[in-house]
């Protein structure tokens, strides 16, 4: 039995978030207390969806939970990858290690996602919509890539200016 935490969110601009993850080699126990934390972590802030790198590990892991909004279960993904994309769609986008911030990002409409369970059995996913747009989102971070780095570098200059001066201390 595990005691479930919830975890510090890493914020902008904290290196971790930046880093390229490894990938996940090995199922333990620590994995699955880990999981445990992120999915509590994710369900406390509330989000929709949370990436190892936004604990300060850097390991290709993610949770997704649309089910609020969409008929899809809760997703536990390790090493995740997008095989395939198709079509482009425009809609606003938050990120948990970006509070306060929301603004339209143009993603892929449809994604095909493979990776491994929680117990390292493989999976697809065929997602649309909000499922879709967490998943790349998710993805993104394992990759070093923060939503910011996906607007045009007038918005994002923008952007940077008016952030980092409003959480300077
Ligand atoms: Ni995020």
Known sequence: MFFMAVLQIR??????LRRKALPVEE????????IEDMIETMHDAPGIGLAAPQVGVSKRLIVVDVSHKEDHPLIV?????????E?????EEGCLSIPG?????????????RGLDREGRPVEIEAAGLLARALQHEIDHLNGILFID???PI?????KKR???????
């Open 11 to 16: 914020k902008f601009p904290d290196p971790v």
């Open 27 to 34: 199922i333990n126990g620590n994995l699955q207390h880990l």
């Open 77 to 85: 993904l390790l090493n995740p990858e997008i095989i395939d994309a």
């Open 87 to 91: 079509g482009k769609i425009d809609s």
């Open 101 to 113: 911030y929301v603004t339209t990002i143009r993603r892929s409409e449809r994604v095909f996602v």
């Open 150 to 152: 996906r607007m045009s």
């Open 155 to 159: 918005k994002r200059e923008f952007f």
């Open 163 to 169: 952030y980092l001066r409003k959480t300077r201390v």
